[in-house]
């Protein structure tokens, strides 16, 4: 965590923490940043995802690269700090189409398979803003829940 109180995530990496701590992200393209948020403890985690299904990969040595096994990994963590799944609601951003091949839609699937894996926790998403064409940068604050997206020439906007 920096002196401003916000602690930057990678990608394949994620971060909780209290209120007031925000959590940042940079550069979310196809890849995704969903967060899962309880209002009454005022605590929150952030994790950037860069492909949709751990299931899937050849190379498993990093969970948190993945949307399924990473959304897994970060509702567990939450729940260990006192947190209640139902208590929980989730935000999903990024999912963006950024490549030209078009038979990948790594960005899709990613946005698929947060959806999804979020349906089998019964987390509720609140809000979104996914897919188009352009990339993202995230803040979340978990004193509010609210999450400030930046982009580029598409201006800033709070979910």
Excluded: Q
Excluded at 15 to 26: D, E, G, N
Excluded at 76 to 90: D, F, M, N, P, Q
């Amino acid at each position: 965590m920096t002196d401003s109180g916000i602690i930057v995530v990678g990608i394949g990496a994620c971060a909780l923490a209290r209120s007031p701590v925000k959590i940042k992200t940079f550069g979310l393209g196809s890849c995704v940043c969903i967060t899962l948020y309880d209002k009454r403890e005022r605590i929150g985690g952030l994790i950037h995802t860069m492909l949709p299904s751990i299931s899937r990969a050849r190379i498993k040595d990093n969970p948190l690269k993945y949307t399924d096994s990473g959304i897994e990994y970060l509702e567990a963590e939450i729940l260990k700090k006192g947190s209640s799944r139902k208590r929980l609601e989730a935000k999903l951003v990024g999912g963006a189409h950024m490549f030209e091949n078009r038979n990948l839609n790594i960005g899709e699937r990613n946005i698929e398979w947060a959806r999804d894996t979020l349906e089998k926790f019964e987390i509720p998403i609140i809000a979104e803003d996914t897919g188009k064409n352009y990339g993202r940068t995230v803040t979340f604050d978990t004193s509010t829940g609210d999450l400030l997206i930046r982009t580029i020439l598409k201006g800033d906007k709070i979910i």
